[in-house]
């Protein structure tokens, strides 16, 4: 009834007295919520996908220091020739049914690591209650080669609207060269 790492046993009985039995570990995932931490081992964050030559993966630190030494991120890659307007997309899932609920905090705060200053990463916060259409902000990238504290302030948006997804996209202006950057701790507050 939890989420966890539970031991699945299955015993093959014969029609005389053999028997085999075989022992696995099974992962049952915790719905995927804010705040996103990518260190939850019961957390499956590749759910949603990717789309228009984005690949991304949860790998360990390479850049630990400063202001993340989380163990392990996000490396998202715009692929060489991906699209301008690629990117990915997480369908979020609370226990309670509440995804994004503004009323929690009408800012996202994501940690980010890019190996050059200037351009700009898309939040994108969409399938909004109460008619509220798509919210869309794009925020640059002010260092590189460290990591920084990136803000996007969604209080234009009503108080109680919640959101199903969040879309994450990079340099929306130009198609890709192979950049990569690195996401951590995206986290809801006021």
Known sequence: PEPGVYNL?????SGGL??????????IYAPLSLPITYENPIQN???????????????PNPVSGGINTSTTVWQ??????????SGTWT?????????????NGSKIKVMVYAT????????????????????????????????????????SVP?????????FRYNDTAKGTGEV???????QTN
Not at 46 to 57: H, I
Not at 91 to 103: D, E
């Open 159 to 167: 108080a109680g609207t919640t959101f199903k997804q969040l879309v």
């Open 45 to 59: 964050y590749y759910t949603g996908g990717t789309f228009g030559g984005v690949n991304v993966a949860v790998i």
């Open 91 to 103: 369908p979020l899932a609370a226990p309670n049914g509440v995804p994004i609920n503004t009323s």
């Open 116 to 155: 050059e200053a200037g351009k700009m990463l898309n939040m994108e916060i969409e399938q909004g209650s109460n008619g509220v259409a798509n919210q869309v902000l794009k925020m640059p990238i002010t260092v590189a080669n460290q990591w920084q504290e990136i803000v996007f302030d969604f209080s």
């Open 76 to 85: 998202y890659t715009k692929t060489s020739g991906a699209e301008n307007w």
């Open 181 to 187: 950057i690195y996401i951590d701790n995206v986290i």
């Open 18 to 27: 053999a028997t085999s039995e075989k022992v696995d570990s099974v992962i």
């Open 9 to 13: 046993k299955v015993v093959a009985l």
